[in-house]
């Protein structure tokens, strides 16, 4: 049986009194369906610093109660 992971997602800009959103990952889970199940689809995530792709496999990548940041994803001028 697959064990579920619950991570913490916190809004980038709500201010430091804003609750991150609880969201449960499955195996296999990706940025895109958090994402998605946030319905954030034009944000992008981040752990530790680093910006995470859109494919990336969160289950695989988190601990259970690890906690992310969304911000939007702003094109780059180049």
Same mark, same amino acid.
Request: cysteine-free; hydrophobic content about 35%.
């Given at each position: @049986?697959?064990? =579920? /992971? #619950? *991570?913490?997602? /916190? +809004?980038?800009? $709500?201010?430091? /009194?804003?609750?991150?959103? $609880?969201? *449960? +990952? &499955?195996?296999?889970?990706?940025?895109?369906?958090? =994402?998605?199940? @946030? &319905? *954030?689809?034009?944000?992008? +995530?981040? !752990?530790?610093? $680093? !910006?995470?792709?859109?494919?990336? &496999? +969160?289950?695989? =990548?988190?601990?259970?109660?690890?906690?992310?940041?969304?911000?939007?994803? =702003?094109?780059? #001028?180049?």
């Amino acid at each position: @049986m697959s064990q =579920l /992971k #619950a *991570i913490s997602v /916190k +809004l980038a800009g $709500r201010g430091d /009194k804003s609750e991150a959103e $609880r969201v *449960i +990952l &499955n195996p296999g889970s990706t940025v895109e369906d958090v =994402l998605k199940q @946030m &319905n *954030i689809p034009d944000y992008q +995530l981040s !752990f530790n610093g $680093r !910006f995470l792709d859109k494919k990336e &496999n +969160l289950y695989d =990548l988190l601990s259970e109660g690890s906690s992310l940041s969304a911000s939007p994803d =702003l094109p780059v #001028a180049v």
